[in-house]
C-alpha cells in the first residue's frame, strides 16, 4: 500500500528527532484525533512495568482519548517517582500545544531501562512535533519509535459496514524482547469507525491474543509493552455486536501482518519459522508444546545453521509441562517428515529438511496423534548477530 493511502479521517500523525538518541536519529512521535475517541489499550504483563504504562493505564480509565505521545531511546522504566512525573509532563506538554486536557494523552516509551527521560527535550520538540502532524504522517511516526528496529512497520486496512466504508492504520515497533505475553512491543492504531470502548477493549483482546502473542523472538518479554487504539468514529461506519465480526476480522489481518513483520525483523534474525502443534490432547497442551520449541535456544540456534536436528525439538517438547506419549509423534519441515512415531525417518528425509531450512521461511509441524489441541507460534532463528546488537544495546 503506498504511504500515501495509509490515511485515516480526521485522524493526523508525527515524528521528529529531539535528541534523546545519540545517533540523532527520530526519536520522538504523535498521533492526534480531530475529535475525542473512544479508546482501549492492552499491556505488558511483567510485574516490572514503565511509568508511561502506569500512567497510560489510569488515563484509560475513562475508556476515551485524543493524542498518543511516545518516545523511542529511553524507556522511562525503573525511575521512581520521578519517571511518572516525566511521563505526566510529556503528557501535559502535548496538551498544551494540542490545546486539550492531559488526561486525553495517552503516553508509551521505549528503549534503555533505567536512565531519567530527558523530559525537558521532548517539551522543546513539541511545538515542532505538533505543528509537522499530517493525515499521512504515519511513516514518520513509525520511524520515530524504532529501536533496534531496520525498518518501520506500518499497515493499513479499509472495511465496509452495512454500505458505509472504513479505515484502520497502525504502526508497531519491536525486534528484540519479545514473547507472547500481551503485546510484546509497541502498536498504536487508529479507526475512524464507530465502536463504543468496551467493546473496543473485548476486541482489542482477542486480537492480540491471536495475533501478538503468537509470536516470540528471544523469550523476554518487555516492560514497556503497549497496544492502543482509538476509534473516532468520523467514518460514521458503527460496530456493534452483530457488525463486531466484519471489524475485528479486518484488525486481525492487519495485526497479523505487523506480527510477521516483527518476527521477520528480529534482532539478528535470517529465519522466519512457525512452530505448529496439531494432535495434542487440548489446545493448553499445544500452546505449551508450541511456545517451549519455539522459544528454545538450542532449536533456534539450529534453524540458524540449517541444522535439521529434530532431537533438539522433539526435546524441547518433552520439557513443556505438556502430556504426550513420545512414540506416537510425527515431525514434518513443511511437507518432509523427519520423524515418524518417534523415530526418524533416515539420511533421505535429513537432507530433504535441510534443503527446507535453507529457506527464508518455512514451517516446523508436530503431530502427536492424541487429540484434538492445535496451537502455532512465529518465531525466528538466534544469530550471531542477536548476540552481538544486544552485547552493544547500551552503548
Same mark, same amino acid.
Given at each position: 500500500?503506498?504511504?500515501?493511502?495509509?490515511?485515516?479521517?480526521?485522524?493526523?500523525?508525527?515524528?521528529?528527532?529531539?535528541?534523546?538518541?545519540? &545517533?540523532? &536519529?527520530?526519536?520522538? /512521535?504523535?498521533?492526534? $484525533?480531530?475529535?475525542?475517541?473512544?479508546?482501549?489499550?492492552?499491556?505488558?504483563?511483567?510485574?516490572?512495568?514503565?511509568?508511561?504504562?502506569?500512567?497510560?493505564?489510569?488515563?484509560?480509565?475513562?475508556?476515551?482519548?485524543?493524542?498518543?505521545?511516545? &518516545?523511542?531511546?529511553?524507556?522511562?522504566?525503573?525511575?521512581?517517582?520521578?519517571?511518572?512525573?516525566?511521563?505526566?509532563?510529556?503528557?501535559?506538554?502535548?496538551?498544551?500545544?494540542?490545546?486539550?486536557?492531559?488526561?486525553?494523552?495517552?503516553?508509551?516509551?521505549? /528503549?534503555?531501562?533505567?536512565?531519567?527521560?530527558?523530559?525537558?527535550?521532548?517539551?522543546?520538540?513539541?511545538?515542532?512535533?505538533?505543528?509537522?502532524?499530517?493525515?499521512?504522517?504515519?511513516?514518520?511516526?513509525?520511524?520515530?519509535?524504532?529501536?533496534?528496529?531496520?525498518?518501520?512497520?506500518?499497515?493499513?486496512?479499509? /472495511?465496509?459496514?452495512?454500505?458505509?466504508?472504513?479505515?484502520?492504520?497502525?504502526?508497531?515497533?519491536?525486534? %528484540?524482547?519479545?514473547?507472547?505475553?500481551?503485546?510484546?512491543?509497541?502498536?498504536?492504531?487508529?479507526?475512524?469507525?464507530?465502536?463504543?470502548?468496551?467493546?473496543?477493549?473485548?476486541?482489542?483482546?482477542?486480537?492480540?491474543?491471536?495475533?501478538?502473542?503468537?509470536?516470540?523472538?528471544?523469550?523476554?518479554? $518487555?516492560?514497556?509493552? $503497549?497496544?492502543?487504539?482509538?476509534? &473516532?468514529?468520523?467514518?460514521?461506519?458503527?460496530?456493534?455486536?452483530?457488525? @463486531?465480526?466484519?471489524?475485528?476480522?479486518?484488525?486481525?489481518?492487519?495485526?497479523?501482518?505487523?506480527?510477521?513483520?516483527?518476527?521477520?525483523?528480529?534482532?539478528?534474525?535470517?529465519?522466519?519459522?512457525?512452530?505448529?502443534?496439531?494432535?495434542?490432547?487440548?489446545?493448553?497442551?499445544?500452546?505449551?508444546?508450541?511456545?517451549?520449541?519455539?522459544?528454545?535456544?538450542?532449536?533456534?540456534?539450529?534453524?540458524? %545453521?540449517?541444522?535439521?536436528?529434530?532431537? @533438539?525439538?522433539?526435546?524441547?517438547?518433552?520439557?513443556?509441562?505438556?502430556?504426550?506419549?513420545?512414540?506416537?509423534?510425527?515431525?514434518?519441515?513443511?511437507?518432509?517428515?523427519?520423524?515418524?512415531?518417534?523415530?526418524?525417518? %533416515?539420511?533421505?528425509?535429513?537432507?530433504?529438511?535441510?534443503?527446507?531450512?535453507?529457506?527464508?521461511?518455512?514451517?516446523?509441524?508436530?503431530?502427536?496423534?492424541?487429540?484434538?489441541?492445535?496451537? $502455532?507460534?512465529?518465531?525466528?532463528?538466534?544469530?550471531?548477530?542477536?548476540?552481538?546488537?544486544?552485547?552493544?544495546?547500551?552503548?
Amino acid at each position: 500500500m503506498h504511504v500515501s493511502k495509509m490515511v485515516c479521517q480526521g485522524f493526523r500523525a508525527a515524528g521528529l528527532a529531539c535528541g534523546i538518541k545519540k &545517533n540523532g &536519529n527520530p526519536d520522538l /512521535g504523535l498521533i492526534v $484525533s480531530d475529535g475525542l475517541c473512544q479508546a482501549a489499550g492492552v499491556f505488558t504483563r511483567n510485574l516490572v512495568q514503565a511509568a508511561p504504562v502506569k500512567v497510560c493505564r489510569r488515563h484509560l480509565e475513562t475508556g476515551t482519548g485524543q493524542a498518543i505521545i511516545v &518516545n523511542s531511546g529511553n524507556a522511562n522504566c525503573c525511575t521512581g517517582k520521578q519517571g511518572e512525573q516525566d511521563a505526566l509532563r510529556m503528557c501535559s506538554a502535548a496538551a498544551s500545544e494540542l490545546g486539550m486536557e492531559p488526561g486525553r494523552i495517552l503516553v508509551a516509551s521505549t /528503549g534503555v531501562i533505567g536512565e531519567p527521560l530527558p523530559v525537558d527535550r521532548i517539551a522543546g520538540a513539541m511545538p515542532g512535533l505538533v505543528k509537522s502532524l499530517a493525515p499521512d504522517g504515519f511513516r514518520d511516526l513509525a520511524r520515530a519509535i524504532m529501536t533496534t528496529d531496520t525498518r518501520p512497520k506500518i499497515g493499513w486496512r479499509r /472495511g465496509r459496514i452495512e454500505g458505509r466504508p472504513f479505515s484502520v492504520v497502525a504502526v508497531a515497533k519491536g525486534a %528484540g524482547m519479545i514473547r507472547p505475553d500481551m503485546a510484546t512491543m509497541l502498536c498504536f492504531a487508529c479507526t475512524d469507525a464507530e465502536i463504543d470502548s468496551a467493546l473496543l477493549q473485548q476486541v482489542l483482546l482477542t486480537v492480540v491474543n491471536r495475533t501478538f502473542n503468537r509470536i516470540t523472538i528471544d523469550g523476554d518479554t $518487555s516492560t514497556n509493552d $503497549s497496544v492502543l487504539v482509538m476509534a &473516532n468514529g468520523f467514518s460514521g461506519a458503527r460496530v456493534d455486536d452483530q457488525s @463486531r465480526a466484519i471489524f475485528q476480522d479486518l484488525l486481525t489481518d492487519l495485526f497479523a501482518d505487523l506480527a510477521m513483520e516483527l518476527v521477520k525483523d528480529g534482532e539478528g534474525a535470517t529465519k522466519v519459522v512457525r512452530v505448529e502443534v496439531v494432535g495434542a490432547a487440548n489446545d493448553e497442551d499445544a500452546r505449551m508444546i508450541a511456545d517451549t520449541v519455539a522459544n528454545s535456544p538450542l532449536v533456534k540456534t539450529a534453524f540458524f %545453521g540449517q541444522d535439521a536436528n529434530w532431537g @533438539r525439538i522433539i526435546g524441547a517438547a518433552g520439557r513443556s509441562g505438556a502430556g504426550f506419549d513420545p512414540d506416537r509423534v510425527d515431525i514434518f519441515f513443511d511437507r518432509v517428515k523427519m520423524v515418524n512415531q518417534g523415530v526418524g525417518c %533416515g539420511q533421505d528425509a535429513e537432507e530433504k529438511a535441510t534443503a527446507v531450512l535453507h529457506q527464508p521461511e518455512f514451517t516446523v509441524k508436530l503431530d502427536f496423534n492424541q487429540g484434538s489441541g492445535h496451537w $502455532s507460534i512465529l518465531t525466528c532463528d538466534l544469530s550471531v548477530d542477536y548476540v552481538k546488537i544486544n552485547a552493544d544495546y547500551r552503548s
